[in-house]
Nanobody, 123 residues
Framework: QVQLVESGGGLVQAGGSLRLSCAASGRTFSTNALGWFRQAPGKEREFVSVITWYGVTAFADSVKGRFTISRDNVKMTVYLQMNSLKPEDTAIYYC?????????????????WGQGTQVTVSS
């Protein structure tokens, strides 16, 4: 089991940037794919990005070119750099650890979840 704690959320104006961090603990961190999801009020939780242990990444179309994901396996931390933020990026962002090492994008493929961090983008 992997324990995850997100940080870095906040309020930012449209066009601004934020970097989310997710600190992990647990013996399987280094081999699990790690991902970010988000959930806006009244909407379903949606995939944002994922990164494998060896650095292969995937992004939702809505964030491609604006968000980047990275991980530091020594610090056991995954990051989501969010640039050119839009009001529609407003949501609670969740970090998650997948059951498998490969690229996965569905929420059911992730076994461990953080508590979430709020990101609010004002227009």
């Amino acid at each position: 089991q992997v324990q995850l704690v997100e940080s870095g959320g906040g309020l930012v104006q449209a066009g601004g940037s934020l970097r989310l961090s997710c600190a992990a603990s647990g013996r399987t961190f280094s081999t699990n794919a790690l991902g970010w999801f988000r959930q806006a009020p009244g909407k379903e939780r949606e995939f944002v990005s994922v990164i494998t242990w060896y650095g292969v990444t995937a992004f939702a179309d809505s964030v491609k070119g604006r968000f980047t994901i990275s991980r530091d396996n020594v610090k056991m931390t995954v990051y989501l750099q969010m640039n050119s933020l839009k009001p529609e990026d407003t949501a609670i962002y969740y970090c998650a650890a997948a059951r498998d090492p490969g690229v996965v994008v569905t929420a059911t493929s992730f076994a461990s979840w953080g508590q979430g961090t709020q990101v609010t983008v004002s227009s």
